[in-house]
T-cell receptor
Framework: DVKVTQSSRYLVKRTGEKVFLECVQD?????MFWYRQDPGLGLRLIYF???????EKGDIPEGYSVSREKKERFSLILESASTNQTSMYLC???????????????FGSGTRLTVV | RKEVEQDPGPFNVPEGATVAFNCTYS??????FFWYRQDCRKEPKLLMS???SGNEDGRFTAQLNRASQYISLLIRDSKLSDSATYLC?????????FGKGTKLSVKP
């Protein structure tokens, strides 16, 4: 069964801390994504990557960075956590198919981050 | 940024009812369409893909109207377990846009 694993289900961090959220997929997918989800705002794309060492800004990259050193792992970094970064963070992955067929995204179970 | 719009609801329906959700997408170049289901405090999970010819999976039927740029989901014989938020998705491979979701609550 296809799997996207996020390292923590719940995290509590202090304002100003550097926070690492890890995501690993075992499906050999090329594409990986980081979203945050807040009530009433839906899924908002933070960063995405279509290949190892490659990263692209999404809609709300400010205050975040990412790292993709290996194909299976995509890390989200909060450089200096702030209370407005309290949110549910969701990682997703999808394959790059040569046929163009699209199977959608597979999501991890999410990390609920609270910054105090 | 290209958008996918859907009614946030909530839709409150009795068990056994038929309920329909619609959504619209703004990017006419979109090629991929899906419905996802998201339970409270859980991740979104793929419910079904949506094809131009329409497709059915048990009690669920999805339709795509490219001319009007809207996608629909029909749920027949609603069950209590169908209570969730349904996300409409459109876009292209590796570039999917998610709607904010429509909340469905099925009551006994």
């Amino acid at each position: 069964d296809v799997k996207v694993t996020q390292s923590s289900r719940y995290l509590v961090k202090r304002t100003g801390e550097k926070v690492f959220l890890e995501c690993v997929q075992d499906m050999d997918h090329e594409n990986m994504f980081w979203y945050r989800q807040d009530p009433g705002l839906g899924l908002r794309l933070i960063y995405f990557s279509y290949d190892v060492k490659m990263k692209e800004k999404g809609d709300i990259p400010e205050g975040y960075s990412v790292s993709r050193e290996k194909k299976e792992r995509f890390s989200l970094i909060l450089e200096s956590a702030s209370t407005n970064q309290t949110s549910m963070y969701l990682c997703a992955s999808s394959p790059l198919t040569r046929t163009g067929a699209d199977y959608g995204y597979t999501f991890g179970s999410g990390t609920r981050l609270t910054v105090v | 940024r290209k958008e996918v719009e859907q009614d946030p609801g909530p839709f409150n329906v009795p068990e056994g009812a038929t309920v329909a959700f619609n959504c619209t997408y703004s990017n006419s170049a979109s090629q991929s369409f899906f419905w996802y289901r998201q339970d409270c405090r859980k991740e979104p999970k793929l419910l079904m893909s949506v094809y131009s010819s329409g497709n059915e999976d048990g009690r669920f039927t999805a339709q795509l109207n490219r001319a009007s740029q809207y996608i629909s989901l029909l749920i027949r014989d609603s069950k209590l377990s169908d209570s969730a938020t349904y996300l409409c998705v459109g876009g292209s491979q590796g570039n999917l846009i998610f709607g904010k979701g429509t909340k469905l609550s099925v009551k006994p």
